[in-house]
Each structure stands twice: as C-alpha cells, then as structure tokens.
C-alpha cells in the first residue's frame, strides 16, 4: 500500500516537473537559476566597463592637472593576433557544449575529454591575452599612463579573470569526474558561465577593437 | 534507494527505447555502464527509470544535436572571419566615410546575431524554461538602458575627446545688419 501511495506521489511529480528540474516554485533548479541571476547581474558589470572604455578611450593624457601618455591604447592592437584567440574562445564555447552533451547522456569519459579540451583552450586564450598586455606594456603603455589604458585593462583584465575562474571551475570538476559521478546539471551551469564569458567576448571583440 | 540512487536517475541513464547510435562509442555503451548504480537499478527502480532524464537523453531531445551544434559552431566562425576582415575593408576598398560607416554598421549586426546565436543555441536559452529567458533578457535591458542613459549623459555621441565630458561650445555666428539709410 505504501508502495502505491509512494508510486502515485512520484506520478503527481511527474506531471509537476516533467524535466530535470527538483521540486522548486519555480520549477528551475536552484542552482542553475542562481547561475542566471548571477549572469544576468554580471552583464550590468560589463556594461559599466564597456560603457567606461567608449567614454575614456578618445581622451588618452587629456585630463588636467595629470600627465598621462598621448598614445591611444588602440593604436597598438594587433588585430590579427587578437583574432585567433578570439576564435580559440569560439572553439571553446563548442567544446564546453558537447562536454555538458555528453554528461547528459552519461558518457563521463567524453564528458572529461570535452571538459580538459575547453580548460585548455581557454588556457590558450589567457595566454594570448597576458602576452598581449605584456606586449603593451613593453611599447609604454601601462595600466596607469593614460585614462584611456585604465579603461581598457580594468575591462579586459576582469574578463580574463573571469576566464581564469572558469578554467579553474572546469579543472575542479574535472578532476572530481575522477572520484565520482558528475551531476550533468553541475556541467551545465558551469557551462553557463562559460558560454556568457565567450558572449562578453563577442562585445568586447567588436567594440572595443574593431570598431574604429 | 539511496542518495546515488536518485543521482544516477537525473541523468544517468539510456532511455530503452532510445536509437543506439546516440550512445555508440561512449562509456555507457561500449564499456562497462558508466555506474555500477545505474547498472543495478534499471528496470526495477522507478526513480531511476527515466523519471528525471535530461532534456539532450537520448529520445527525450527537444535542444539541437551535436550535428546542429557543429553547424552554429561554423556560423559562428564564419561571422567573426567576416567581422575580421572589416579590419582591412579600408585597404581593399579604399579610405573613406562610406566604408567605415558600412563596416561598423556590419559589425554591430554580425555581434547581435553572434550574441544571440551563442545565447539561444550553447546556452540553451529557446529551449529553456521562460523564466530564465526573462531573468536574463530583463539584466540585459536594464543595462543597457543603464548605461546608454550614462553614456548619452556624459555626450559620448557628439563628444570628440573633450575630457570634461562638454560638447565644444557653438561656433559664434555674426549677422550684419544693413545700415538704415
């Protein structure tokens, strides 16, 4: 009889939550909606530092009263050097989906395959930007010589920060994919985060260097 | 059941009725199954029996394949080459205000349409649940709204580098005034 009510109880839930969710008022797991809250507050950061750059980054040594560097951070980009760490981060974002794929479907060994894959390729991509930045640093242009070059790596810089916690989180679990089962929401989210800090590239690719 | 019980049956396991081929090459199908708790529990746990599968198990999908990701992975590869190559526009077609105006509209297009695809496809965001769409579409408005309002109010449209945020003052025009005779 217990058996019956236990049965008939989990047939209720079915029809509550159909798909992967547990049993919340929102009928979104926990985390994965903590995730896109946090996403979404992460976007206004951005948009503040995107906002900062587009005003500061015409007015390099301007400001009275400080002797900052005339030189616009913008006049030493290395378009196609910055082009293909772009794409790496493309590749990323593919990788990080078929890793989450691949957890759902319960392949763990594809699932860590695809998981090392994307914390290497992001690892490529903050290489290339710390080289980049070491490159700028070496032509005169430090994070203090001008507004227009503190605009540019508090921005750019807080995106790469936010490339190095997503390596971490990804080599965390990948390496406790080793021990145990990994939950494929748990992959999922991180593959959230992930994909938003390749989204925030795309923006930051078009606006901040190729645009004019 | 215990607590790996209700683990392996969130994601872990094949659905019977589900094509062979989405599981070929993998651990689950090829080697040993991928969990000893899953092995043990099919078929006589209702909890693990699909109960709480994920949306991309095989039968259940309603997301893209991995086929339909590689094509969005390519789109989007060709985006951003076409967004590269508005970089040497100017040496290909010649300098002018025409180019740049084209290429920077282009380039505005191409990062929307990019933005979009990697949100709605790699995020999972048309097939998710609406509210996560509005929580996320909802931060986004807000910010730029936030900050095109910052943004206009500190004269970044008409401002050319002026570092106390003021438009140049207006040239000064004179009339002459024709003497009265």
């Known amino acids: 009889m217990a058996d019956v009510a236990e049965i008939a109880h989990e047939e209720i839930e079915d029809v509550e939550f159909p798909d992967d969710s547990h049993a919340t008022s929102t009928g979104i797991s926990n985390p994965k909606l903590a995730m896109w809250v946090y996403l979404a507050s992460d976007a206004l950061l951005f948009g503040g530092l995107i906002s900062t750059y587009l005003i500061y980054k015409n007015r390099p040594g301007e400001i009275p009263g400080l002797s900052g560097s005339p030189v616009r951070i913008s006049e030493l980009f290395d378009i196609p050097f910055t082009s293909m760490t772009t794409f790496i981060l493309l590749m990323s974002s593919l990788t990080m989906v078929m890793s989450v794929t691949s957890a759902m479907r319960n392949d763990q060994v594809r699932m860590r395959l695809w998981l090392g894959t994307t914390a290497l390729l992001g690892a490529l991509f903050l290489g290339g930007q710390i080289y980049e930045f070491t490159v700028f640093v070496s032509e005169g242009l430090g994070y203090t010589s001008n507004v227009s070059s503190s605009a540019f790596y508090t921005l750019t810089g807080f995106h790469g920060v936010h490339v190095a916690v997503g390596i971490l989180m990804l080599v965390a679990m990948l390496g406790m994919s080793l021990r145990q089962r990994i939950h494929a929401e748990a992959v999922e989210v991180i593959g959230l985060y992930w994909h938003f800090v390749d989204i925030v590239w795309v923006v930051i690719f078009t606006i901040v260097y190729l645009i004019p | ?181």
């Open chain 2, 1 to 181: 059941m215990n607590e790996n019980d209700t683990d392996a049956g969130h994601f872990g396991k094949e659905d019977p009725g589900s094509e062979p081929e989405k599981s070929s090459g993998g651990e689950s199908a090829v080697a040993a199954p991928p969990s000893p708790v899953v092995a043990s529990s099919a078929g006589d746990d209702p909890d693990v029996d699909g109960r709480h599968m994920g949306h991309l198990d095989a039968g259940h999908t309603h997301g893209p394949t991995d086929g339909q990701y590689f094509t969005i992975f390519w789109v989007l590869f060709a985006l951003t080459a076409l967004e590269v190559s508005t970089y040497f526009w100017e040496s290909w077609f010649g300098e002018g205000d025409a180019v740049r105006r084209v290429g920077v509209t282009v380039l505005l297009i191409i990062m929307v349409i990019k933005f979009f695809l990697i949100a709605g496809f790699f995020m999972h965001l048309r097939f998710d649940s609406a509210l996560v769409r509005r929580v996320f579409i909802f931060g986004l408005i807000v910010a730029m709204v936030i900050y095109t309002v910052a943004m206009s109010a500190m004269n970044i449209w008409t401002d050319n580098g002026n570092p106390w945020f003021d438009d140049p003052p207006p040239p000064i025009t004179t009339t002459t005034v024709p003497e009265a005779n």
